[in-house]
Each structure stands twice: as structure tokens, then as C-alpha cells.
Nanobody, 115 residues
Framework: QVQLVESGGGLVQPGGSLRLSCAASGSIFSLYTMAWYRQAPGKQREIIALITSNDSTNYADSVKGRFTISRDNAKNTAYLQMNSLKPEDTAVYYC?????????WGQGTQVTVSS
């Protein structure tokens, strides 16, 4: 069983930056595809970035060029660097770890972009 703990959310002004972290328990972190999702009030949860076990990445169009996903297998941690934040980036951000048909979720961290 993998447990995921997100951190790094908070309040930031438009144009600012935040880095989210997702710390995972377990010994096979390197095998998981890690992803970041977000859910804004009244909207469905959407995937915004993922990184595979061989470090291939993919991004939603809404964050491409502004957000960067990465992982440190030695630390069992995935990251989401968010730059040039916009008010529409306000949401609860979740990380996930997927291996085969099993997906584990973190509890989420709030990101609010407001002046």
C-alpha cells in the first residue's frame, strides 16, 4: 500500500510561483507513474501533468510551458513546479501514483492564486 502526502500549497499572487511536493511511502516508488490533478470548485478533477517511470512527461494544454513535473526516486518524492500562476489555477491539487490497474491518491493541497 502506498501513502501519498502532498505539501507546498498556499496563497500566491498572480504571476507568482509555488512548488508542490508529493512524498510517497513504499519501496517501489520508481515503478509508479506519478501524476498531478486539480479540482476547482464546481468542476471535475482534471489531470494536469504526469511523469512515467522512465521520466517521460505530459502536460495539459492549460499548464504547458508554466508547470514542470519531476521526480526524485531516491527521496520517493514527486514535484510540481508552478510558475506564472493565474487566478484560474486556484484549486485543490492532488497527486496520484499509478501502477498497472491500481491508483493511489493523496489528500490534496489547496492552491489559491489571488491578489
Amino acid at each position: 500500500q502506498v501513502q501519498l502526502v502532498e505539501s507546498g500549497g498556499g496563497l500566491v499572487q498572480p504571476g507568482g510561483s509555488l512548488r508542490l511536493s508529493c512524498a510517497a511511502s513504499g519501496s517501489i516508488f520508481s515503478l509508479y507513474t506519478m501524476a498531478w490533478y486539480r479540482q476547482a470548485p464546481g468542476k471535475q478533477r482534471e489531470i494536469i501533468a504526469l511523469i512515467t517511470s522512465n521520466d517521460s512527461t505530459n502536460y495539459a494544454d492549460s499548464v504547458k510551458g508554466r508547470f514542470t513535473i519531476s521526480r526524485d526516486n531516491a527521496k520517493n518524492t514527486a514535484y510540481l513546479q508552478m510558475n506564472s500562476l493565474k487566478p484560474e489555477d486556484t484549486a485543490v491539487y492532488y497527486c496520484s501514483a499509478q501502477l498497472a490497474v491500481t491508483t493511489h491518491w493523496g489528500q490534496g493541497t489547496q492552491v489559491t492564486v489571488s491578489s
